[in-house]
Antibody, heavy 120, light 110 residues
Framework: EVQLLESGGGLVQPGGSLRLSCAVS????????MSWVRQAPGKGLEWVSG????????YYADSVRGRFTISRDNGKKTLYLQMNSLRAEDTAVYYC?????????????WGQGTLVTVSS | QTVVTQEPSFSVSPGGTVTLTCGLS?????????PSWYQQTPGQAPRTLIY???TRSSGVPDRFSGSILGNKAALTITGAQADDESDYYC??????????FGGGTKLTVL
């Protein structure tokens, strides 16, 4: 059974930093790309960032480029999102998702999410 | 910046058929965008319904179908049920590792 479990969310002040983690099981983590998707309270889903299976290629939405860094540890089967210079508008539930890439492109499994609140 | 458009809301009667669409602020949606569709109920993680325009994800009932209609991607629900009342999101792959979600459609079954 595929499982993705996010952690690391919490309350942080504007301008602060936070690192999210996503521990996975049930599939060969090192063979698949992964992504982070977020959802602000009462709003829609927004793709945030993606990373290739090897970690050699990373991708970012314009809204987070330069502030967020995605990474992975294939040995630990864990995906990370380092979030710096956080803003109020980064407040959201952050989901990690297994990302199928290479024709087709889609998200096939999702975690339950972790809430990040940016507020003073 | 490219915007992916969806109807904000839609309603359907139980047993009825509804088609939700996914378009672009500029241009037409084609299979080259690998449209995918996700269902989300409040407080829950998204669930993958359709990928690559019209392929159902594992376990998704065949009353959910995907297609290209005109210049948009479409999700059709045939024989709507009460538990289909959810938010539905499309995603288009823009190339260069970038995926963009539509704003979502809130579907009411009544």
């Amino acid at each position: 059974e595929v499982q993705l479990l996010e952690s690391g969310g919490g309350l942080v002040q504007p301008g602060g930093s936070l690192r999210l983690s996503c521990a996975v099981s049930g599939f060969t983590f090192s063979s698949y790309a992964m992504s982070w998707v977020r959802q602000a309270p009462g709003k829609g889903l927004e793709w945030v960032s993606g990373i290739s299976a090897s970690g050699g290629s990373t991708y970012y939405a314009d809204s987070v480029r330069g502030r967020f860094t995605i990474s992975r540890d294939n040995g630990k089967k864990t995906l990370y999102l380092q979030m710096n210079s956080l803003r109020a508008e980064d407040t959201a539930v952050y989901y990690c998702a297994k990302w199928v890439v290479g024709r087709p492109f889609y998200f096939d499994y999702w975690g339950q999410g972790t809430l990040v609140t940016v507020s003073s | 910046q490219t915007v992916v458009t969806q109807e904000p809301s839609f309603s359907v009667s139980p047993g009825g058929t509804v088609t939700l669409t996914c378009g672009l602020s500029s241009g037409s949606v084609s299979t080259d965008y690998y449209p995918s569709w996700y269902q989300q109920t409040p407080g829950q993680a998204p669930r993958t319904l359709i990928y690559s325009t019209n392929t159902r994800s594992s376990g998704v009932p065949d009353r959910f179908s995907g297609s290209i209609l005109g210049n948009k991607a479409a999700l059709t629900i045939t024989g709507a049920q009460a538990d289909d009342e959810s938010d539905y999101y499309c995603v288009l792959y823009m190339g260069s590792g970038i995926s963009v979600f539509g704003g979502g459609t809130k579907l009411t079954v009544l």
